[in-house]
Each structure stands twice: as C-alpha cells, then as structure tokens.
C-alpha cells in the first residue's frame, strides 16, 4: 500500500506539472486572439472570446476586441 501511495503521489505530481504547463500556453494564446472591426461595430451583436461574451449596446466605430483581465475590452483602432 505504501508502494502504491508513493506511485500515485509521483503520478500527480507529474500531471500537475503537465497541466500547469498547459494552462500557461493556453493562456499565453488567449491573449493573442483578437477581432478587429475595420469599420465598425453595430449595436444588438453579441461579441464572444472563449468563454466571455460582451452584447454590443451602442454603435462603435473601428474596433479591436481582446480578452483581457477576466473579460473583453473593447478598443478604437
């Protein structure tokens, strides 16, 4: 049982660093993902990134939309 423990404690220990490092490039290609609109935005779109999403309420002219702290931020070009 005791051999067993130790196999298992190894095992995790080396799937945690797996998905840290995962988690890490998934992250640093999150932040590199963007839609620009070169003309501009209508009011009524709903703008989605990942798991965020931002319904549009009012017209904005050329935008950049990034994820960014927890979110989408919109921004002029």
């Known amino acids: 049982m ?11 220990i080396k799937h945690k660093a797996s998905y840290d490092k995962f988690k890490e490039e998934y992250l640093d290609v999150l ?8 003309k501009c ?13 931002l319904p549009v309420s009012q017209e904005h002219g050329p935008t950049v939309i990034r994820i960014r702290e927890q979110g989408i931020e919109l921004k002029p070009l």
Request: aromatic share 4%.
């Open 31 to 38: 932040s590199q993902v963007s839609i620009t609109a070169i």
């Open 2 to 12: 005791i051999e067993s423990h130790r196999l298992h404690s190894a095992n995790l």
């Open 41 to 53: 935005i209508n009011a009524g779109v709903n703008c989605q990134l990942e798991k965020y999403a």
